[in-house]
């Protein structure tokens, strides 16, 4: 059974930094293609970064490109997203996602399984 877990959301200031981590179980990282994803209130969910397996390509939106980096560690199966120079419009909900292949992909309807969320809020 595929289980995404996620953590290390919290309250932050602007320009502060955050971890988030997401312990993948039931499959390997290393044959799943993996993505994050945030949702802000009232909007859609959105694409932020994925990683594919086949060649560690790693793809950011517009709105987190040299930010943020998305990194796997396959020994502990665990995907992480360090948040750098955070500010108040990356205030959302953040999930982990994975889906069975090689590709990446950044349309939350390309996955299939997905973790619980954790909550990020960068406030002064």
């Known amino acids: 059974q595929v289980q995404l877990v996620e953590s290390g959301g919290g309250l932050v200031q602007p320009g502060e930094s955050l971890t988030l981590s997401c312990v993948a179980s039931?499959?390997?990282?290393?044959?799943?293609?993996m993505g994050w994803f945030r949702q802000a209130p009232a909007k859609e969910r959105e694409g932020i970064s994925c990683?594919?397996?086949?060649?560690?390509?790693?793809y950011y939106s517009d709105s987190v490109k040299g930010r943020f980096t998305i990194s796997s560690d396959i020994a502990t199966n665990t995907l992480y997203l360090q948040m750098n120079s955070l500010k108040h419009e990356d205030t959302a909900i953040y999930y982990c996602?994975?889906?069975?292949?090689?590709?990446?992909?950044?349309?939350?309807?390309?996955?299939?399984?997905w973790g619980q969320g954790t909550q990020v809020t960068v406030s002064s």
């Open positions: 990683l594919s397996p086949r060649d560690q390509t790693t």
């Open positions: 039931g499959f390997s990282l290393d044959h799943y293609a």
């Open positions: 996602a994975a889906r069975p292949v090689k590709s990446c992909h950044m349309h939350a309807a390309a996955y299939d399984n």
